[in-house]
């Protein structure tokens, strides 16, 4: 029988294993590198052409959202002038005023009709690619001339919006861990690749 630490020895080496394979399986994954590389060249023409990104998610997804917002208004890599972009998870008193008098399914799309403009780029995640709230909010910005980049992983059901992107970023996966584990290296790459074009700076890797 086994014992508690060699159980979680077990969980942790199996878990790396699976994380390893998912990059493994990202890398040699053609479309989705060229959809990365899609998206990079769409954020730098939004960036050069004045506009904003904005960023979306529901629970993990929002912590990437504002993470990867954070990359861009900071530094990722190097010191260099701040990129407009804005986390749509962030300001709690919008949040919960829309989720109340409107409903949770537009506290996004509400944000976006406020302070959005023809140029913009809307990133938007869900693992399920079902999240209401975020089909409603691609809903508007697709209206509003606002590019839409989703990433989300590759259930059947995640079609819905894939149809609504310009660009969808699909980690080859189905479970939410590891479908964020993916996200979260893919938006390190995005940035990095945006901040090293956008300021003519060779990137350390």
Same mark, same amino acid.
């Given at each position: 029988?086994?014992?508690?630490? /060699?159980?979680?020895?077990?969980?942790?080496?199996? =878990?790396?294993? @699976?994380?390893?394979?998912?990059?493994?399986?990202?890398?040699?994954?053609?479309?989705?590198? @060229?959809? !990365?590389?899609?998206?990079?060249?769409?954020?730098? @023409?939004?960036?050069?052409?004045?506009?904003?990104?904005?960023?979306? *998610?529901?629970?993990? =997804?929002?912590?990437?959202?504002? @993470?990867?917002?954070?990359?861009?208004?900071?530094?990722?890599?190097?010191?260099?002038?701040?990129? %407009?972009?804005?986390?749509?998870?962030?300001?709690?008193?919008?949040?919960?005023?829309?989720?109340?008098?409107? *409903?949770?399914?537009?506290?996004? =799309?509400?944000?976006?009709?406020?302070?959005?403009?023809?140029?913009?780029?809307?990133?938007?995640? /869900?693992? =399920? *690619?079902?999240?209401?709230?975020?089909?409603?909010?691609?809903?508007?910005?697709?209206? $509003?001339?606002?590019?839409?980049?989703?990433?989300?992983?590759?259930?059947?059901? /995640?079609?819905?919006?894939?149809? $609504?992107?310009?660009?969808?970023?699909?980690?080859?996966?189905?479970?939410? %861990?590891?479908?964020?584990?993916?996200?979260?290296?893919?938006?390190?790459? !995005?940035?990095?690749?945006?901040?090293?074009?956008?300021?003519?700076?060779?990137?350390?890797?």
């Amino acid at each position: 029988m086994l014992d508690d630490s /060699s159980m979680s020895i077990d969980y942790i080496t199996q =878990s790396l294993a @699976h994380n390893h394979s998912l990059i493994t399986k990202m890398q040699d994954d053609e479309v989705l590198i @060229h959809g !990365l590389n899609s998206a990079v060249g769409k954020i730098i @023409h939004c960036f050069k052409n004045n506009g904003k990104v904005m960023f979306a *998610g529901n629970g993990g =997804s929002a912590a990437d959202a504002q @993470h990867m917002s954070a990359e861009f208004v900071s530094r990722f890599m190097f010191n260099r002038p701040g990129l %407009p972009s804005i986390a749509l998870t962030t300001d709690t008193s919008a949040l919960t005023a829309i989720g109340n008098d409107y *409903g949770f399914e537009v506290i996004f =799309s509400r944000q976006i009709e406020a302070v959005s403009n023809a140029g913009d780029v809307l990133i938007a995640y /869900s693992t =399920s *690619g079902t999240s209401p709230n975020i089909l409603q909010a691609l809903d508007v910005a697709r209206t $509003r001339d606002i590019c839409c980049i989703g990433l989300t992983g590759i259930k059947p059901e /995640s079609k819905v919006m894939v149809e $609504r992107c310009d660009v969808t970023l699909r980690v080859p996966h189905d479970a939410t %861990p590891r479908i964020q584990e993916g996200h979260l290296l893919l938006g390190h790459i !995005l940035c990095g690749a945006v901040e090293a074009a956008l300021f003519n700076k060779e990137q350390s890797l």
